[in-house]
């Protein structure tokens, strides 16, 4: 009955190792369904990818006992040849219980992909975050808080020349950048905002409707939408929709443009 168990567990974790190599080669190189056919992005890639390595991390730690006594005869051989008595002895108990050893190498494996999973996404993130702003941002320099709290406006005021006594400086152009978010239906959305003169030459964005330049429109708060909100909205360029801040309440602005990016 043991035995038997024994090729029942080593059955599954073969299939499932296998499997989840399929499936991570699969995302690599497959095509997943998706509109048109095409792949459907990161989001669905790194999912796939994410169920084949923990089919294959299950696997290989159902497989333990099996592949411990041929991994530790070979990775152990230089150790018993030149390390004497100390490396025969450590190789024969590696070898002798195998479910121990396995047990072992299980929790090291384990401990080693979550640590390597960490440092992949945040590298990602990483990554990701400095593309989206060296494709959106077009300005030479960003002034940014090491801090959530992020610091005064007085400081753009003055690189800005705004004050009296300006900051001596051979900047082109300035905009302060703020952050802020409204409600729509009960649903919670971000706005950035910018200066509507030098703003506008300092961010790339990808426009599908309207203009960049219609931020400078002064009769009514101008505003672009993202084409996501504004398909889900019904909104057009050109409408006058109200929106409902924290502080301020409700508000009037006109739609000056929809992006995309």
């Given at each position: 009955h043991s035995h038997g168990n024994y090729r029942r567990r080593m059955a599954v974790g073969a299939a499932m190792t296998a499997s989840g190599i399929l499936?991570?080669?699969?995302?690599l190189f497959g095509t997943l369904p998706g509109s048109d056919g095409v792949r459907t992005g990161f989001s669905l890639d790194v999912a796939v990818m994410g169920v084949g390595a923990f089919a294959v991390l299950i696997g290989t730690t159902m497989l333990g006992p099996a592949l411990a006594g041929p991994i530790t005869a070979v990775v152990g051989w230089p150790f018993a040849r030149f390390a004497k008595v100390t490396g025969q002895m450590a190789r024969t108990s590696s070898q002798r219980d195998v479910h121990r050893t396995a047990s072992t190498a299980s929790a090291l494996m384990?401990?080693?992909?979550?640590?390597?999973?960490?440092?992949?996404?945040?590298?990602?993130?990483?990554?990701?975050?400095?593309?989206?702003?060296?494709?959106?941002?077009?300005?030479?320099?960003?002034?940014?808080?090491?801090?959530?709290?992020g610091f005064t406006p007085e400081i753009g005021r003055l690189l800005g020349g705004e004050l009296d006594d300006p900051m001596p400086s051979t900047l082109e152009g300035v905009?302060?950048?703020?952050?802020?978010?409204?409600?729509?239906?009960?649903?919670?959305?971000?706005?950035?905002?910018?200066?509507?003169?030098?703003?506008?030459?300092?961010?790339?964005?990808?426009?599908?409707?309207g203009a960049v330049s219609n931020i400078n429109d002064a009769d009514i708060p101008v505003v672009l939408v993202h084409d996501d909100l504004a398909i889900a909205q019904g909104w057009k360029v050109g409408n006058t929709i109200e929106l409902e801040f924290a502080e301020a309440g409700f508000a009037k602005v006109k739609i000056g443009g929809i992006y995309e990016n």
């Open positions: 499936i991570v080669l699969y995302s384990i401990g080693v992909a979550v640590i390597t999973a960490m440092v992949i996404i945040l590298g990602s993130i990483r990554t990701s975050t400095l593309g989206a702003i060296e494709d959106t941002i077009t300005a030479d320099l960003v002034v940014a808080s090491t801090s959530r709290a905009s302060r950048v703020q952050a802020g978010q409204f409600r729509v239906d009960d649903g919670i959305h971000f706005l950035f905002a910018l200066n509507p003169r030098s703003g506008a030459e300092m961010v790339r964005i990808d426009m599908i409707g």
